[in-house]
């Protein structure tokens, strides 16, 4: 008898020892602070956590949560390296935890994640995919045992997302990890989350995170059939959105992308984080842009200070080339050259933009001033002015790459101003004549034109272009053009 009384005593204290999951008030709060980059408040309310309550691993997962926001969203010179060391320590904690709470998988999960992620970052895209299949696999089995868990469904409905729009000549990777997901799917997952996150308190501290989200997926998925407003008037009901970095940034992004270039600004110039709160370098690239596309004389300073001040290596050659394209508008030639020529030394060329400017600084030619005020009048959405700026230009004095830039920023501007005719029109002949041009022109007409199609159910129309963008020729934003393409025929072909 008394052996078994000790037996169970000392199970009983064990079990009190174990390491649990206790998601409480002091660490949603914690949580909520991170994604507002209020990272000193975030820590204290962590380590007052482990004093009281030493067991609960959620201050654990917290803390690579910050780590990983402060390497990848703030671009921190830091050694990935180092980071990576401490998510793998974390881990081992997190592997020793309470495996009957749904919290134990989820952390497993996001934790994976985030250094698959960071691995990406660091071009260890091997190492990355390893760590990307354990999280996916995480997921998965939490929503089999857990289905009712709902933070669950934020990380897997990102993930759904990311397998839907693995491009074709990836496809083989996905089916053989056994990944399963679609774009619509994802998408419908965070939109149920960020119900959630309003209609039910205990997720209110997830509501931040699934607007950011939300906004980022369909803006990048949805942007030929994007609900703007929408997402706008939920950006707009958040308090105090003014002094949140995650929310300025997110929120200037999607208003960029959307060409709503005066509300960008105004949002940008009423930003005012705490002194506590680390500030997103990339709302001054935001910033700039924006004023650059107004011509506003300003954007210069913006991107001089931006390129000077930056600390990651990403988005270094297009600041440069926008500063650049600041002296090129006011007629400094000579400037513009000394600028856009450090495009060959200064950052890396990983991303689209960067890309691009790298690609004008190798051509040692000055762009055509008018062709750049027009692509900037459209893209902030001043289309009066982008065709007024258009027909000034004599289209017998331009090089065969801009006849096709012309007819193609012609088709741009009627397709925003609602003249379908007159935009298919000018599609049409942006892809007969620049079909096999390296630029991105004729693709992207094919895009829009099958975007045009769709809205107006015509969707064997649609189908047909959307298609011919895998055709095309241009090296230019391939893979995003190519990834759009991709998401509207799933969306089509997902229709009853």
Request: net charge positive.
């Amino acid at each position: 008898m008394w052996k078994y009384l000790i037996i169970t005593i000392f199970l009983s204290i064990a079990s009190l020892c174990q390491a649990s999951y206790d998601m409480n008030a002091r660490c949603k709060k914690a949580y909520a602070s991170v994604l507002r980059l209020e990272m000193r408040q975030a820590q204290e309310l962590l380590d007052q956590e482990k004093i009281n309550n030493p067991n609960n691993l959620i201050p654990i997962y917290i803390e690579g949560y910050i780590d990983f926001l402060n390497t990848l969203t703030l671009n921190t010179k830091n050694p990935i390296q180092k980071q990576l060391k401490r998510f793998q320590d974390r881990i081992e904690l997190l592997e020793d935890g309470d495996n009957k709470s749904p919290y134990h998988l989820y952390c497993l999960g996001e934790s994976r994640l985030f250094m698959g992620l960071l691995k990406i970052k660091n071009n260890q895209l091997i190492q990355a995919a390893f760590d990307l299949n354990k999280a996916y696999r995480f997921f998965e089995r939490n929503a089999d045992k857990y289905p009712n868990f709902i933070p669950n469904k934020l990380p897997l409905s990102v993930m759904h997302t990311v397998i839907g729009s693995v491009p074709e000549n990836y496809k083989w990777g996905v089916e053989l990890l056994n990944f399963k997901g679609s774009v619509e799917q994802g998408i419908a997952g965070i939109e149920a989350m960020y119900a959630k996150s309003i209609s039910n308190q205990d997720y209110e501290y997830l509501h931040e995170l699934s607007l950011v989200l939300l906004s980022i997926l369909e803006i990048n998925y949805h942007s030929e059939h994007l609900n703007k407003e929408k997402i706008i008037t939920a950006f707009e009901n958040v308090k105090n959105i003014h002094t949140n970095p995650t929310l300025v940034y997110t929120y200037a992004n999607f208003l960029i992308r959307t060409s709503e270039n005066d509300m960008a600004i105004e949002l940008i110039e009423k930003y005012s984080p705490k002194n506590s709160q680390t500030h997103i370098p990339n709302i001054d690239y935001l910033y700039g842009q924006a004023l650059l596309r107004k011509n506003d004389p300003k954007s210069g300073a913006v991107f001089s200070d931006f390129v000077k001040n930056y600390p990651g290596k990403n988005y270094i050659k297009s600041g440069l080339r926008y500063l650049a394209w600041s002296y090129l508008l006011n007629g400094d030639t000579l400037t513009y050259r000394e600028t856009i020529k450090k495009c060959l030394t200064l950052g890396d060329d990983f991303i689209d933009q960067d890309k691009v400017a790298r690609s004008e600084a190798e051509s040692k030619s000055i762009p055509n001033v008018a062709f750049i005020k027009v692509g900037l009048f459209f893209d902030g959405g001043y289309y009066k002015k982008a065709l007024t700026s258009l027909k000034s230009i004599n289209v017998n004095t331009l090089s065969e790459d801009k006849k096709i830039e012309y007819l193609y920023r012609h088709g741009g501007i009627y397709d925003k101003m609602g003249k379908d005719s007159h935009a298919i029109h000018y599609y049409k002949m942006t892809i007969e004549k620049g079909k096999d041009s390296k630029l991105y022109f004729a693709a992207n007409a094919s895009l829009k034109l099958g975007a045009i199609y769709e809205k107006k159910g015509d969707l064997r129309n649609a189908k047909k272009y959307y298609r011919m963008v895998r055709s095309m020729k241009n090296t230019q934003y391939k893979n995003s053009i190519a990834h759009k393409a991709k998401i509207s025929l799933q969306r089509i072909e997902s229709k009853p």
